[in-house]
């Protein structure tokens, strides 16, 4: 099991905690979770048909990604190579963003090849976003391509700086995407801008959280800073003892070098 399947799983989990608390198992006679996704297109080229579903409406952050592929009408693979490119049009020039590619076996839970990319920016009046999709069957060796449209609505889990070593990163929130009162997985990503279209992780910087509370003029202890385990992820808690209105600061540091410091704003009910 790579990273990305690692941290997919756990995504998975806290979504359907309940699910899994309750006992239910994923045979026939229960539903199939696959229902519960979005179905983004669905493409046929070459007798072969992909689908491509989200667990959300796509918008500016971490947006997971899940691929079928049938060969013919019913033949679903079992293995696929599948590579997926985020490009966003702006008219005069255009760019990509982080993703982390499909694995090539289908995952337990779905059954479907798992991917994830993240949206750096909305669509609207400066650009539009496709997902470019490339797949060969290894069975026959047949390879084709093909684009998907997509419309990404605004959020505020993306931030892009350029940092004191001249870096430029994008550093995104993805947990908890509804924060509660007590303490929280927290997960972020870090990725490098290397070019329009190279956005490698980063695994060997250190980022530290200092949530604050703007209306009450306090901070909250038993927070842990998010620690890097691996392909850009860093994960930690973040505790909030009150409801309203909270500022978590996020410093980037390098050793002991402060190369940025930035913040995400929440509201807890």
Known sequence: MNTLQSHIILIIIFAFSGLLISGCDLNTNNPDPVDDLFELA?????????????????????????????????DRLSSAEITVTPLM???????????????????????????????????????????????????????????????????????????????RYILTWIQPAEPKVGSNNLTVTLHRRESMMSFPAVDDLTIEIRPWMESMGH???????????????YQGRVNFNMSGDWRVYVTLKEGTENLHETWFDLMLN
């Open 89 to 167: 049009d702006m008219g005069a020039h255009s760019h990509s963003s982080p993703v982390w590619q499909p694995g090539s076996e289908r995952d337990a839970f779905y059954q479907l090849f798992g991917g994830a990319f993240i949206a750096t920016m909305p669509s609207g009046d400066m650009g539009t976003w496709q997902l470019i999709i490339d797949v060969t069957d290894p069975q026959t060796g047949t390879s084709f391509s093909l684009p998907v449209d997509v419309t990404v609505a605004q959020s505020t889990r993306v931030k892009v700086f350029t940092a004191s070593n001249e870096q």
């Open 42 to 74: 669905t493409s046929t080229i070459d007798n072969y048909t992909v689908t491509v579903y989200t667990t959300d409406p796509v918008s500016v952050g971490y947006n997971l990604l899940y691929f079928d592929v049938k060969r013919g009408a019913n």
């Open 219 to 233: 901070g909250s202890s038993n927070n842990e800073h998010p620690a890097s385990t691996g392909s850009g992820f």
